[in-house]
């Protein structure tokens, strides 16, 4: 074997570690987006956000190994691929024979498609039947996210329009809004919380039980984000990937000042969960332009996102109940990325045949028209992803609505999802009096357990 | 003057203390309680075995009035905390033999609910 082959084959393996990395990475932040939500709930809906991630996080890798990942990266044509089910040995997946490579990037694929789902549930906490989780999962898994991945990275619809291919570096559009659509039609079927509002309809504050947890949440999210970006490059050549894991970082860091002082100038304070959804602002909007942007873009993006998400969710709340603002910092941030490669893409950075962005057709010689094209190109992504992501979602949630339900009694919101879907609080001991323990009571007072009456497991107050 | 203590469903106290509140008895106290009556207990399902929590969660509302008040305030949380099903708990009416501000060291019915120069805030 000569030497320059040894080097291609090392230099691939090394590529591969590197996405190995990312990937581990972006799992991680199912644990972010779990303490997340648990932290924005209150304390007798904090087991039920465990159950959640770990059964969607499950379900969703059953669904991409059987059918999501064939369809989003299957080759085929341009609505979807038609390749790569239940991935195996000795498979051809888009014309070539599956190796150790694919399978890694397969797993990748899985870890973006599990952050895109974990998204849709922002908006649902404290009221949702656990059996939506489940089967919206299936769906979401293996055709939702899939189609509107292959539509832009799997040589789909958006990766040629008249030429200019959508450029989302890792997936402000394809993974960020595509949650946040399916969130809004989950919400849109589901309605506010109880108490959320009054009766002239005035939106109401439910505190979540645990800005800690919140906290936790966001910085886990934050550093599985140079995975999620810095992954992207899928490869280590002239460690680009530092490039795009600085500008990640940049980003972040502008979105936590500009929503901690939009919030401050509004209410005279820094509002903890504000700042923390000024962090994922601030990252949602840099996922699109990573790898587009010049370092010194990313702060901008980073600050609009920030403002953005203040007010977003303030206007939001008025109309819908999201308690952990995923529509505002994964929506419009979401969409405000995508448009953001549409202004401050590089001409150095820009992908094959793309424009760059408005900035350098304004303030540099680049063409003014093509940089149109190529703004419109990603406003393109972004009503394309939120028409085929609604359109799929809303049915979905409708039959799921007609046929389990999908919401749970009044009387369970009231118990709250620990104790009425799951039979268990999250915190035991905030509602169980120390001596219901029944430590140290007689033989003659204590009743064994068989013969003793079951009672309901919840408040339907039966005789 | 009477003091109510009536063990009520959380969901029924706002519209009580809103209706108190009109009437003209802002003064008022909520404590979390555990309680037992007819309504059964809460199985809570653990790692595969169960423990039966026997006292559910209520809350002890008081209010101290004079003895003319009283019917108008067991009315509202009758009115607001009756569902119909078992588990919409109880009210005690007790005597009460002296009742003093503290701020101001007054004593008697001056020092129950609303009067001249008080405040009422929402």
Same mark, same amino acid.
């Given at each position: 074997m000569s030497l320059t082959q040894t080097v291609a084959e090392k230099t691939a393996e090394l590529n591969m570690v590197w996405v190995a990395v990312a990937c581990i990475l972006v799992f991680l932040m199912q644990a972010g987006f779990m303490f997340l939500e648990i932290g924005f709930s209150r304390q007798k809906n904090a087991g039920t956000g465990v159950a959640k991630i770990l059964v969607n996080f499950a379900i969703c890798t059953i669904a991409w190994w059987a059918v999501g990942y064939g369809i989003a990266e299957g080759g085929g044509n341009e609505i979807? =691929?038609?390749?790569? %089910? %239940?991935? !195996?040995?000795?498979?051809?997946?888009?014309?070539?024979?599956v190796t150790g490579e694919t399978a890694m990037l397969m797993l990748y694929g899985l870890a973006f498609c599990a @952050?895109?789902?974990?998204? @849709?549930?922002?908006?649902?906490?404290?009221?949702? /039947?656990?059996?939506?989780?489940?089967?919206?999962?299936?769906?979401?898994?293996?055709?939702?996210?899939p189609l509107v991945a292959h539509a832009v990275w799997g040589g789909g619809l958006l990766s040629d329009i008249g030429g200019k291919p959508v450029m989302d570096f890792a997936g402000s559009s394809v993974v960020h809004l595509t949650g946040a659509v399916g969130a809004l039609a989950a919400l849109l079927l589901l309605g506010p919380r109880r108490g959320k509002y009054d009766a002239q309809g005035r939106p109401r504050a439910i505190p979540g039980h645990s800005m800690p947890?919140?906290?936790?949440?966001?910085?886990?999210?934050?550093?599985?984000?140079?995975?999620?970006?810095? =992954?992207? #490059?899928f490869e280590t050549s002239a460690s680009f990937f530092g490039e795009v894991m600085l500008n990640t970082?940049?980003?972040?860091?502008?979105?936590?000042?500009?929503?901690?002082?939009? @919030?401050?100038l509004k209410g005279r304070a820094v509002d903890v969960g504000m700042a923390g959804n000024g962090a994922i602002a601030g990252l949602v909007g840099i996922t699109a332009p990573a790898g587009f942007v010049e370092y010194w873009a990313a702060p901008i993006i980073g600050l609009v996102a920030g403002v953005l998400v203040v007010f977003a969710v303030l206007a939001i709340d008025k109309k819908v109940d999201d308690p952990v603002g995923a529509l505002s910092a994964h929506g419009l941030a979401g969409i405000w990325g995508t448009l953001a490669v549409g202004i401050f893409a590089s001409p150095r950075l820009i992908s094959e045949g793309a424009g760059s962005g408005?900035?350098?057709?304004?303030?540099?010689?680049?063409?003014l028209g093509s940089a149109f094209g190529q703004l419109g190109v990603?406003?393109?992504?972004?009503?394309?992803? %939120?028409?085929? @992501? %609604?359109?799929?979602?809303i049915a979905t949630f409708f039959g799921i609505k007609k046929t389990i339900g999908l919401r749970v009694p009044a009387a369970e919101e009231d118990a709250g999802l620990d104790i009425s879907s799951h039979g268990m609080y999250g915190y035991p001991e905030a509602f169980i009096p120390?001596?219901?323990?029944s430590t140290g009571l007689p033989e003659a007072v204590a009743r064994p357990a068989a013969s003793a009456p079951t009672p309901p497991r919840l408040a339907p107050e039966a005789g | 003057m009477k003091k109510i203590e009536a063990f009520i469903r959380h969901e029924a106290f706002e519209p009580i203390r809103a209706e108190l509140l009109d009437r003209g008895f802002p003064s008022l106290s909520i404590l979390e309680a555990k309680g037992?009556? $007819?309504? /059964?207990?809460?199985?809570? !399902?653990? $790692?595969?075995? #169960?423990?039966?929590?026997?006292?559910?969660? /209520?809350? /002890?509302?008081?209010?101290?009035?004079?003895?003319?008040?009283?019917?108008?305030?067991?009315?509202?949380?009758? $009115? !607001?905390? $009756? #569902?119909g099903e078992i588990g919409d708990g109880k009210i005690f009416v007790l005597p009460v033999e002296e009742a003093i501000r503290i701020r101001t060291g007054e004593s008697g019915h001056e020092v129950l609910q609303l009067h001249d120069g008080a405040e009422a805030s929402a």
């Amino acid at each position: 074997m000569s030497l320059t082959q040894t080097v291609a084959e090392k230099t691939a393996e090394l590529n591969m570690v590197w996405v190995a990395v990312a990937c581990i990475l972006v799992f991680l932040m199912q644990a972010g987006f779990m303490f997340l939500e648990i932290g924005f709930s209150r304390q007798k809906n904090a087991g039920t956000g465990v159950a959640k991630i770990l059964v969607n996080f499950a379900i969703c890798t059953i669904a991409w190994w059987a059918v999501g990942y064939g369809i989003a990266e299957g080759g085929g044509n341009e609505i979807f =691929g038609d390749s790569g %089910f %239940f991935f !195996h040995f000795d498979q051809t997946v888009a014309g070539e024979l599956v190796t150790g490579e694919t399978a890694m990037l397969m797993l990748y694929g899985l870890a973006f498609c599990a @952050v895109s789902l974990a998204i @849709v549930w922002g908006t649902t906490l404290e009221r949702i /039947k656990f059996g939506a989780y489940v089967v919206y999962a299936i769906v979401f898994g293996a055709v939702i996210y899939p189609l509107v991945a292959h539509a832009v990275w799997g040589g789909g619809l958006l990766s040629d329009i008249g030429g200019k291919p959508v450029m989302d570096f890792a997936g402000s559009s394809v993974v960020h809004l595509t949650g946040a659509v399916g969130a809004l039609a989950a919400l849109l079927l589901l309605g506010p919380r109880r108490g959320k509002y009054d009766a002239q309809g005035r939106p109401r504050a439910i505190p979540g039980h645990s800005m800690p947890l919140v906290g936790l949440g966001v910085i886990i999210l934050w550093i599985g984000w140079f995975g999620f970006n810095g =992954g992207s #490059t899928f490869e280590t050549s002239a460690s680009f990937f530092g490039e795009v894991m600085l500008n990640t970082q940049l980003a972040a860091a502008a979105g936590v000042i500009g929503a901690s002082l939009a @919030v401050y100038l509004k209410g005279r304070a820094v509002d903890v969960g504000m700042a923390g959804n000024g962090a994922i602002a601030g990252l949602v909007g840099i996922t699109a332009p990573a790898g587009f942007v010049e370092y010194w873009a990313a702060p901008i993006i980073g600050l609009v996102a920030g403002v953005l998400v203040v007010f977003a969710v303030l206007a939001i709340d008025k109309k819908v109940d999201d308690p952990v603002g995923a529509l505002s910092a994964h929506g419009l941030a979401g969409i405000w990325g995508t448009l953001a490669v549409g202004i401050f893409a590089s001409p150095r950075l820009i992908s094959e045949g793309a424009g760059s962005g408005l900035w350098y057709g304004i303030f540099g010689d680049e063409s003014l028209g093509s940089a149109f094209g190529q703004l419109g190109v990603q406003g393109l992504a972004v009503l394309f992803t %939120f028409a085929v @992501v %609604f359109a799929i979602s809303i049915a979905t949630f409708f039959g799921i609505k007609k046929t389990i339900g999908l919401r749970v009694p009044a009387a369970e919101e009231d118990a709250g999802l620990d104790i009425s879907s799951h039979g268990m609080y999250g915190y035991p001991e905030a509602f169980i009096p120390q001596p219901e323990y029944s430590t140290g009571l007689p033989e003659a007072v204590a009743r064994p357990a068989a013969s003793a009456p079951t009672p309901p497991r919840l408040a339907p107050e039966a005789g | 003057m009477k003091k109510i203590e009536a063990f009520i469903r959380h969901e029924a106290f706002e519209p009580i203390r809103a209706e108190l509140l009109d009437r003209g008895f802002p003064s008022l106290s909520i404590l979390e309680a555990k309680g037992s009556g $007819r309504q /059964k207990g809460i199985v809570e !399902h653990y $790692r595969g075995s #169960t423990l039966t929590v026997n006292v559910r969660p /209520k809350l /002890k509302l008081e209010v101290v009035v004079e003895d003319e008040d009283c019917q108008v305030v067991v009315e509202a949380i009758l $009115r !607001h905390a $009756r #569902t119909g099903e078992i588990g919409d708990g109880k009210i005690f009416v007790l005597p009460v033999e002296e009742a003093i501000r503290i701020r101001t060291g007054e004593s008697g019915h001056e020092v129950l609910q609303l009067h001249d120069g008080a405040e009422a805030s929402a």
